[in-house]
């Protein structure tokens, strides 16, 4: 069976589907077989795929969508076939959410520019504890030296969370390429290179790969 990774925070705009994307490429360029799993309504990530098939060729990767009733099904059908399951989910912290949460093998929490993206980390921290779920915590957008960074770390320490080492910085490349179905990792090597395959080497380490 595979390793279902998903990606969850309560505050949308923090880099969701971002992170979720670029996690699934890094992992597919890394020889893996790789499925992403849809279940926010606004399908961000479903318009990434679409994206992707419609500029040619394979698009590497398996893409399926499901309501949150159905996550459960679907996501164990994919993890029979696929080494690594990212599951993009929907901005709210709710019944819809869990068994999305249910289902991970890690949970990865996106915190982004604000502090607003900060308090919001803390419930889904909650519903993860709940599901006896290890999350990681990561900083998408990030500005490092700023007090944003300074504080995330501080409230990682106080909320007894991991934060990892690895975060995506405040770069054009991320949003350019997201919009034309591809990732940071397809684009020309730059700092974005680094940081996606630092975060996935983590993430690796996190599952025991």
Same mark, same amino acid.
């Given at each position: 069976?595979?390793?279902?990774?998903?990606?969850?925070?309560?505050?949308?705009?923090?880099?969701?589907?971002?992170?979720?994307?670029?996690?699934?490429?890094?992992?597919?360029?890394?020889?893996?077989?790789?499925?992403?799993?849809?279940?926010?309504?606004?399908?961000?990530?479903?318009?990434?795929?679409?994206?992707?098939?419609?500029?040619?060729?394979?698009?590497?990767?398996?893409?399926?969508?499901?309501?949150?009733?159905?996550?459960?099904?679907?996501?164990?059908?994919?993890?029979?076939?696929?080494?690594?399951?990212?599951?993009?989910?929907?901005?709210?912290?709710?019944?819809?959410?869990?068994?999305?949460?249910?289902?991970?093998?890690?949970?990865?929490?996106? $915190? !982004?520019?604000?502090?607003?993206? =900060?308090? #919001?980390?803390?419930?889904?921290?909650? *519903? +993860?504890? /709940?599901?006896?779920?290890?999350?990681?915590?990561?900083?998408?957008?990030?500005?490092?030296?700023?007090?944003?960074?300074?504080? $995330? !770390?501080?409230?990682?320490?106080? =909320?007894? #969370?991991?934060?990892?080492?690895?975060? *995506? +910085?405040? /770069?054009?490349?991320?949003?350019?390429?997201?919009?034309?179905?591809?990732?940071?990792?397809?684009?020309?090597?730059?700092?974005?290179? !680094?940081?996606?395959?630092?975060?996935?080497?983590?993430?690796?380490?996190?599952?025991? *790969?």
């Amino acid at each position: 069976m595979g390793h279902v990774i998903t990606v969850a925070q309560q505050k949308g705009g923090s880099g969701k589907t971002t992170l979720a994307v670029n996690l699934a490429v890094a992992f597919m360029r890394a020889g893996r077989r790789v499925a992403l799993m849809d279940t926010d309504p606004q399908g961000s990530a479903g318009r990434w795929f679409m994206a992707r098939l419609e500029a040619g060729g394979d698009p590497g990767l398996e893409f399926s969508t499901a309501s949150a009733w159905g996550v459960s099904y679907e996501v164990r059908k994919l993890a029979k076939d696929h080494d690594i399951v990212i599951i993009d989910t929907p901005p709210k912290a709710d019944s819809d959410l869990r068994p999305a949460l249910r289902e991970a093998d890690l949970v990865l929490i996106p $915190v !982004a520019t604000s502090h607003l993206d =900060l308090w #919001a980390v803390e419930m889904v921290l909650y *519903l +993860a504890e /709940r599901e006896d779920k290890p999350a990681l915590m990561v900083m998408t957008r990030n500005r490092p030296g700023t007090r944003l960074a300074q504080d $995330v !770390a501080a409230k990682a320490q106080e =909320l007894n #969370a991991e934060l990892a080492q690895a975060a *995506l +910085a405040n /770069r054009v490349t991320y949003a350019e390429t997201l919009g034309h179905g591809r990732a940071a990792l397809e684009a020309p090597k730059g700092p974005a290179h !680094a940081e996606v395959t630092g975060l996935m080497r983590e993430i690796e380490i996190a599952l025991g *790969l």
